[in-house]
């Protein structure tokens, strides 16, 4: 009788941990800024008691002036008011921070005013006020 049991030890090992195991921190280039920033766990935690699927696509700040941009889009439209947009962006071909009278659609290169003017010739006379 050579039975070797090892039948005392524990049955299993328990995380205490549980379901935050597979969180950790990510990184995540923002669509806004091209700057990497961290999607925390924290956030991700909110994100999935919140049901969201998708990853967020803009850091804090960019998030936080999105919403503030559409706000007062909203707020100005509602009030029938023709309002003076200036959106904050990184031009895509200087890297230069400059501000554009519109909301860029996602994924759509912006440039700075000399630089769109550099590969849009024709548009010099632009009035500048
Ligand atoms: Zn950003
Ligand atoms: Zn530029």
Request: aromatic share 8%.
């Amino acid at each position: 009788m050579s039975a070797n049991h090892f039948g005392s030890t524990n049955e299993s090992f328990q995380n205490t941990n549980g379901t935050e195991l597979e969180l950790e921190e990510k990184n995540i280039l923002c669509i806004d800024c091209n700057k990497d920033f961290v999607w925390s766990i924290g956030e991700q935690t909110f994100y999935r008691d919140k049901g969201l699927k998708n990853p967020p696509k803009r850091c804090k700040e960019c998030k936080q002036a999105k919403n503030e941009r559409l706000a007062a889009i909203a707020a100005a439209q509602a009030a029938g008011v023709k309002q003076r947009i200036e959106v904050a962006v990184f031009c895509a071909r200087c890297s230069a921070h400059t501000t554009v009278p519109f909301y860029p659609s996602q994924g759509r290169p912006v440039y700075c005013r000399s630089c769109f003017l550099e590969m849009n010739p024709n548009l010099i006379q632009i009035n500048d006020n």
